[in-house]
């Protein structure tokens, strides 16, 4: 089992940056990639980013490449999502996300979620 645990969410302003965190817990975490997903209100949920625990390697999608980066202490467990030059279309429920197999993360379908943190970037 894996618990996790996000926070950091709020209000910015386009153009601004906000930092989420990820707390994570439970067995053998070493073993599971860690995402990020967002959903809109009336949209379909979207993969925003993931990393291993025990690889350095990043995964994003287009929309958010270049302006997101997803990064790890492993030491405290916690994973984090940096979000700079917000747009409005950012807006939404932000959530982390957990999986043995770093492409059912990257595919939408990791095992484990958390409670979701809101993002909201006004114009």
């Known amino acids: 089992q894996v618990q996790l645990v996000e926070s950091g969410g709020g209000l910015v302003q386009a153009g601004g940056s906000l930092r989420l965190s990820c707390a994570a817990s439970?067995?053998?975490?070493?073993?599971?990639?860690m995402g990020w997903f967002r959903q809109a209100a009336g949209k379909e949920r979207e993969f925003v980013a993931a990393?291993?625990?025990?690889?350095?390697?990043?995964y994003y999608p287009n929309s958010v490449k270049g302006r997101f980066t997803i990064s790890k202490d492993n030491a405290k467990n916690t994973v984090f999502l940096q979000m700079n030059s917000v747009k409005p279309e950012d807006t939404a429920v932000y959530y982390c996300?957990?999986?043995?197999?770093?492409?059912?993360?990257?595919?939408?379908?990791?095992?484990?979620w958390g409670q979701g943190t809101q993002v909201t970037v006004s114009s």
């Open positions: 996300a957990a999986d043995y197999s770093t492409s059912t993360v990257v595919r939408g379908h990791p095992n484990y």
């Open positions: 439970g067995r053998t975490l070493s073993s599971y990639a």
């Open positions: 990393i291993r625990w025990s690889d350095p390697r990043t």
